[in-house]
């Protein structure tokens, strides 16, 4: 019957267009409507149907908050210096799909008229994943917005840290965490975008330290997986376990903020928190 109806909606809609051709169309991961494509750039990759915010890549993420955006530390980029198996192919073929040449972004930006260091993580480029070359560039940019008295926005998605660069890369919750530390003692504000999914060692430390914790609806956000939890504890977890949701529920979080409302969000807190206006550097 489902089959039916999809196929008369189909002939409406050549019917309604006098035979033109349509449009392409996503279909919404999450409930699988079929939205134009036109619209769903649009509403920057948000379902008009359901509401599910999917993965917005880097540039696209930057180009919705800012409206400058000046970016540091482009040249420091993975290594391999555990020269695990398949790591360096693996590195070449995650930057020809996210067109990057790391797991996050990082620059001095302006959001609404104010100064702020912002970083983006880049769910493409193995989902965001933590190596050694993410922790340096985020932490370099903590020093540089302790340096010159700014706030920082992080926006955070990922799959905890790179396993191909082992301890080096659990180091780096450590040295990042310090820098947001130096960087709180200087009396600054940090706010966080937790997107999904953030996950594992970023959890554990840098995303979860901001002075404020937004999140997109739906996002999820947690540190070992599920099943990893259900298999451990031998426990049936709620269906809505780990959703933005169900740790705002929990006080884990402050905020979910439809992606719509996020600049406008930011804009009030770097307005509330004292943030530099760019004219007065000019």
């Known amino acids: 019957m489902k089959d039916i109806r999809e196929l008369f909606r189909r002939s409406q809609n050549t019917l309604e267009t006098g035979g033109v051709e ?11 409507k079929s939205v134009p494509e036109e619209v769903w750039m649009r509403a920057r990759r948000v379902c008009p149907s359901c509401g599910h915010h999917d993965r917005l890549p880097v540039r696209e993420r930057i180009a919705l908050l800012c409206d400058r955006f000046d970016e540091r530390d482009a040249e420091i980029v993975s290594s391999d210096p555990l020269s695990f198996p398949g790591y360096a192919e693996k590195l070449r073929r995650a ?19 104010f100064r702020t260091a912002l ?31 700014l706030p920082v926005i992080g926006v955070t998605a990922s799959g905890g840290a790179r396993m191909q660069e082992g ?3 659990l180091m780096q919750m450590a040295k990042v965490s310090c820098a947001v530390r130096r960087h709180s003692d200087a009396g600054l504000f940090y706010a966080a975008v937790l997107t999904d999914p953030t996950t594992g060692g970023v959890t554990a430390s840098f995303a979860m330290q901001a002075d404020v914790l937004l999140a997109e609806p739906r996002a999820r956000i947690g540190f070992a997986g599920r099943r ?12 809505d376990f780990q959703s933005a949701e169900f740790q705002l529920a929990h006080g884990f979080l402050d905020r979910i903020v439809p992606r719509a409302e996020l600049k406008k969000t930011l ?16």
């Open 228 to 239: 990893v939890i259900e298999q451990t504890t031998r426990t049936k977890l709620p269906d």
């Open 167 to 169: 301890i080096l890369s």
């Open 119 to 149: 970083f983006v993580m880049d769910p493409a480029f193995m989902m965001g994943s933590m190596g050694t070359a993410v922790g340096e560039k985020i932490a370099r940019l903590f020093d540089f917005a302790s340096d010159n008295a």
């Open 95 to 113: 930057a020809e799909a996210s067109g990057e040449a790391e797991g996050v972004l990082c620059g001095e930006a302006v959001i609404g008229g």
């Open 22 to 32: 349509m449009p392409e169309a996503v279909s919404c991961p999450y409930c699988g």
């Open 267 to 282: 804009v009030r807190l770097l307005l509330l928190h004292n943030a530099p206006k760019m004219e007065e550097v000019l």
